[in-house]
């Protein structure tokens, strides 16, 4: 079928966006979805600095690609072989698909499948097949995190996707499966904050702010929010944060070691950048644990002070999408959602066309937006 999409040619383009044009809106062939896989209208798809670090080149993937990865739609068609979803089902779609047999899905930890892994970064499904061409057929388009979402239609594996309720609106569901996936996960599941704990969260971003949200429904006493821009730091007032510090102030963390009295029993840090990080591993108390999501570009190092690690007993945690399982944790978090506890939707800046997407990547560089979704 033909099908409306967002292409990526190539990498690294200049910014502003909006001049460049590094991602064209196109028409491209999708096949129908082989064994296994299903065919999903897409309905919504968010904005992430994911995208961004593909279209800026710092985390390479093979080209031309088709990108977007946070989205949620409807089943349009079942492959063979998929009999636990029916035609009209809502669902989120997962940008690591999990096998469900290596032994890190073996371990409870899909987040880190290995043929996941492996298909995502040769820009394929989970089978191993791509499902998107060029008009001709002999040029193959890849997939991005098995989702390629910036569409109106895509072919993605069963295992790539959750069912969820019909009630929750397209532009809210999308959001939890990256954004809210990611920053709560990062608390609750990679932290496992409990009630009374104090908490700092670095970069306010989707992932941040969601992690901001986390950290208020799990209890913990104090969620200390840090960032550089002064109208993110007013947004993560309005959702709860105890205490707010700009990073750009020389003292931020004796600011936040004196917020916490000491340190934070948890730092996280979703800026991408290691003097972020550097600044989130200051801001732990002894014996504390710091927890990073950011992606900086692939060369960037953490200088650590050793003897801390041994002398404090201190934690230095990677978190990769929050170290969930998607089929456990997206209905848990829309429960959450649905009752109060979890305001996701005060997350979303707004919705634009599919043909604003370059300008969109604009505005979330330059920091104007927390979430932009495109409404398909």
Do not use: W
């Not at 967002?6 to 502003?16: D, N, S, V």
């Not at 996936?181 to 932290?191: E, H, K, M, S």
């Amino acid at each position: 079928m033909r099908i409306t999409a967002a292409l990526l040619r190539e990498m690294g383009a200049t910014t502003p966006y909006a001049k460049s044009r590094p991602l064209v809106i196109t028409e491209l062939e999708l096949d129908g979805p082989g064994r296994g896989e299903v065919l999903i209208r897409i309905r919504a798809a968010g904005l992430c600095h994911s995208d961004l670090s593909v279209i800026n080149g710092n985390r390479p993937r093979p080209m031309p690609m088709a990108i977007g990865h946070e989205a949620a739609g409807e089943v349009v068609e079942l492959g063979e072989g998929v009999d636990d979803l029916a035609v009209g089902d809502h669902v989120v779609l997962a940008f690591v698909p999990s096998c469900g047999h290596c032994l890190p899905c073996a371990e409870g930890r899909p987040a880190l499948c290995e043929p996941g892994a492996a298909a995502n970064g040769m820009g394929t499904l989970l089978s191993g097949g791509i499902r998107l061409h060029e008009e001709d057929h002999d040029h193959p388009i890849h997939h991005h995190l098995g989702c390629s979402a910036f569409a109106d239609h895509a072919v993605v594996s069963r295992r790539s996707i959750v069912r969820i309720d019909k009630g929750l609106p397209f532009a809210h569901a999308a959001l939890f499966g990256c954004a809210v996936l990611t920053g709560v996960g990062a608390v609750v599941n990679t932290a496992k904050v409990q009630a009374g704990q104090t908490t700092v969260v670095i970069g306010l971003g989707g992932v941040g702010l969601a992690a901001l949200l986390g950290a208020l429904s799990a209890g913990a006493s104090q969620v200390v929010a840090v960032d550089l821009s002064d109208a993110k730091l007013a947004i993560a007032r309005e959702l709860g944060a105890t205490a707010t510090v700009n990073a750009a102030d020389a003292d931020a963390v004796d600011a936040v070691r004196r917020l916490t009295n000491g340190g934070a029993d948890f730092a996280f840090e979703f800026a991408g950048s290691a003097r972020a990080l550097e600044s989130a591993y200051a801001m732990t108390r002894r014996g504390g644990t710091t927890v990073t999501a950011g992606l900086p570009a692939p060369k960037a190092a953490l200088p650590v002070n050793i003897v801390s690690l041994v002398a404090e007993e201190r934690t230095l945690k990677g978190s990769y999408i929050g170290t969930c399982v998607p089929v456990r944790d997206i209905p848990r978090y829309i429960a959450l959602h649905m009752s109060g506890r979890l305001p996701v939707d005060r997350l979303l800046s707004g919705t634009i066309g599919l043909t604003e997407i370059n300008e969109g990547f604009d505005r979330l560089q330059r920091g104007d937006v927390i979430r932009l979704v495109v409404d398909l």
